[in-house]
């Protein structure tokens, strides 16, 4: 197809569900990709964190290749060796518990929300956050509670009720007898790179601790490395009750996990909760491949010190360029608030060969693969410098 008539048939048979960029991309690799005409992009945003490790890691494409010549697809009633395998490898990397496969965030919160429920036994209210983003699926999207995103689909499913984030006093009064969960991202990525304090998320271990409630981490985004731990909770000394995986699980193809404790693990009894596609041997072969790679390749490691290097580059950014008024992030998970709408200056850089991504109408959002290289980094500063500079004399 020519480009007109890719675009042309985007209009006449694709819902318009997203606002979108007009590249069209066929090649990708690290932190690169290349549009149909050949011209190469930095992608300093993959997937809204799917490419933890790029585009096409070779380790997560040869897991792929293997398994495509021998059996793509096992229905859930039979048994295969690598969704055993990769189960174990998840629950040695975090907690003692036992694994559901989905296939996305939303589906693998929606199945968190339901482990809540059935355990809750008529408790069902769970309590989640003010600028929070937990998927678009209907509970998924209760519990995301923003305005914007529900406008339109009521009636929202009952059982949620947000608080602000970082503030335990809210948390604390918003608790009911009805209360079973508490349900929030540590870093909240669509709200604006959101960081929650260690104190706050030590305060709600404790009070879940007491009233027998759930703590269920959403690391949907923050998951596998971003944060410059396997997964977030880590920086915080906590363990979480529940936590939701996808994104950058699989590598690039389409992969959500549920983990619960041991003391939850059997509450989902057979015929009480499926996914036809969940974890099937393809998926799990990719999973496998990309965490053999973040093992093999020190990706945390790497990480944490690209992670350093890129926050003083955006710390010297911001010192010359009054228009970014705060940087606030974690590991390689970077967000810059301006003064002014982020839009145009997105639009600008990825002109100039830059993807990045703009949240929360005013924050510039940076999550470039976890194994991106220091030269990479110099590039993308020097273009969203170039950027700012010519929109606002910086
Ligand atoms: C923290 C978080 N949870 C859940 C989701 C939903 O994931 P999915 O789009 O795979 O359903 C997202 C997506 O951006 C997310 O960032």
Request: net charge positive; glycine share 10%; charged share 20%.
């Amino acid at each position: 197809m020519k480009v007109e008539e890719i675009f042309q048939a985007y209009k006449e048979c694709i819902m318009p569900t997203y606002n979108k960029v007009p590249f069209i991309f066929v090649k990708g690799k690290g932190s690169w990709l290349w549009d149909i005409q050949g011209k190469a992009y930095l992608d300093f945003f993959p997937g809204w964190g799917v490419g933890g490790l790029g585009h096409c890691h070779p380790k997560v494409m040869q897991g792929v290749r293997d398994q495509i010549g021998k059996l793509i697809f096992v229905p859930n009633n039979y048994y295969h060796p690598f969704q055993a395998k990769l189960a174990k490898e998840l629950i040695n990397l975090s907690f003692p518990g036992k694994v559901f496969f989905a296939n996305s965030g939303a589906e693998a919160n929606e199945a968190a929300i339901k482990l809540a429920r059935k355990f809750g036994a008529g408790r069902y209210e769970i309590i989640t956050f003010e600028n929070a983003f937990h998927g678009r699926t209907m509970a998924a999207l209760a519990a995301t509670g923003q305005k914007k995103y529900q406008a339109g689909f009521e009636p929202i499913p009952e059982g949620f009720k947000q608080v602000k984030f970082n503030d335990l006093s809210a948390v604390k009064q918003a608790i009911s007898g009805k209360t079973v969960a508490i349900m929030l991202e540590l870093v909240q990525g669509e709200g604006g790179v959101n960081v929650a304090d260690k104190d706050f998320i030590s305060g709600l271990r404790k009070i879940c601790n007491e009233q027998n409630l759930l703590l269920i981490i959403d690391e949907v985004q923050t998951g596998f490395g971003r944060t410059g731990k396997m997964f977030a909770y880590q920086n915080y000394g906590i363990i979480p009750d529940i936590m939701t995986l996808a994104k950058a699980l699989a590598g690039g193809l389409p992969m959500g996990a549920m983990i619960a404790k041991k003391e939850l693990s059997d509450i989902l009894a057979p015929g009480m909760h499926a996914s036809t596609f969940g974890g099937g041997p393809v998926v799990c072969r990719a999973a496998l491949g990309a965490l053999n790679a973040m093992q093999k390749e020190k990706i945390l490691h790497n990480c944490q010190n690209m992670g350093k290097y890129l926050f003083e580059k955006l710390t010297f950014l911001k010192n010359s360029c009054p228009v970014v008024k705060e940087i606030r992030g974690i590991g390689l998970m970077y967000g810059l608030e301006l003064n002014v709408e982020g839009k145009q200056i997105v639009q600008e850089a990825a002109s100039r060969g830059l993807l990045i991504n703009c949240t929360h109408d005013n924050v510039l959002r940076l999550m470039p693969a976890l194994n991106v290289a220091k030269k990479e980094i110099d590039k993308a500063i020097s273009i969203l410098k170039g950027v700012l500079k010519a929109a606002y004399s910086a």
